[in-house]
């Protein structure tokens, strides 16, 4: 009997394609109707370089969605919890507002809905859009290619072919949260 394929569902971000356009933001706000001041995707500024080489690298900062994510093992009430998909998910119902997987998340991307007042993140638009087998919105809407979402588990998927031949990263390896996001640094010139 042939096992059912269990997708893990991660994101590659190249941040040499990323223009700091905002398109993802603009697209997670929509998609997701957050209220104003708050949105499940953020793009950061970083600069780098020396001076006269300095330069603003766009960094797009949605749930890095942890193997072993901080979230879940502080939630008192198992509202957070990690999908068999990898997908980290908050069920409202459950949520206390307690602010705990706030406090542990180490990459700043969760938050207390002001009108529901329960804890949010970013999910992929696992209900919206993964759910008809769609992209998620920033995803979709990124006109730069910058942002790529696909099954880490299935090495013929573009994500998976992206981490065999990029040397993308993971941010703060040393926590061993395991994000399922990853980024492409930019590449640095040498001078």
């Given at each position: 009997?042939?096992?059912?394929?269990?997708?893990?569902?991660?994101?590659?971000?190249?941040?040499?394609?990323?223009?700091?356009?905002?398109?993802?933001?603009?697209?997670?706000?929509?998609?997701?109707?957050?209220?104003?001041?708050?949105?499940?995707?953020?793009?950061?500024?970083?600069?780098?370089?020396?001076?006269?080489?300095?330069?603003?690298?766009?960094?797009?900062?949605?749930?890095?969605?942890?193997?072993?994510?901080?979230?879940?093992?502080?939630c008192?009430?198992?509202?957070?919890?990690?999908?068999?998909?990898?997908?980290?998910?908050?069920?409202?119902?459950?949520?206390?507002?307690?602010?705990?997987?706030?406090a542990?998340c180490?990459?700043?991307v969760?938050?207390?809905?002001?009108?529901?007042?329960v804890?949010?993140?970013?999910?992929?638009?696992?209900h919206?859009?993964?759910?008809?087998g769609?992209n998620p919105?920033?995803?979709?809407?990124?006109?730069?290619?910058?942002?790529?979402?696909?099954?880490?588990?299935d090495?013929?998927?573009?994500?998976?072919?992206?981490?065999?031949v990029?040397?993308?990263?993971?941010?703060?390896?040393?926590?061993?949260?395991?994000?399922?996001?990853?980024?492409?640094?930019?590449?640095?010139?040498?001078i």
């Amino acid at each position: 009997m042939e096992e059912s394929h269990v997708p893990h569902w991660g994101m590659v971000i190249d941040l040499a394609k990323c223009v700091g356009c905002d398109s993802c933001t603009v697209a997670c706000k929509a998609e997701n109707r957050t209220p104003p001041g708050v949105t499940y995707n953020v793009v950061l500024e970083q600069e780098t370089g020396a001076y006269p080489n300095v330069r603003i690298e766009a960094i797009p900062r949605p749930c890095m969605q942890c193997e072993n994510p901080a979230c879940v093992s502080v939630c008192p009430v198992s509202a957070t919890y990690r999908g068999d998909d990898g997908i980290v998910v908050i069920d409202a119902d459950r949520c206390i507002g307690c602010k705990y997987c706030i406090a542990a998340c180490p990459y700043n991307v969760r938050f207390i809905n002001p009108q529901t007042r329960v804890a949010e993140n970013c999910d992929f638009c696992l209900h919206s859009k993964l759910a008809k087998g769609e992209n998620p919105a920033c995803v979709s809407k990124c006109r730069y290619g910058a942002l790529a979402f696909g099954d880490l588990n299935d090495p013929n998927s573009y994500v998976a072919k992206l981490l065999d031949v990029k040397d993308a990263v993971r941010v703060r390896p040393d926590l061993g949260t395991e994000p399922s996001l990853r980024y492409i640094p930019v590449m640095k010139e040498k001078i």
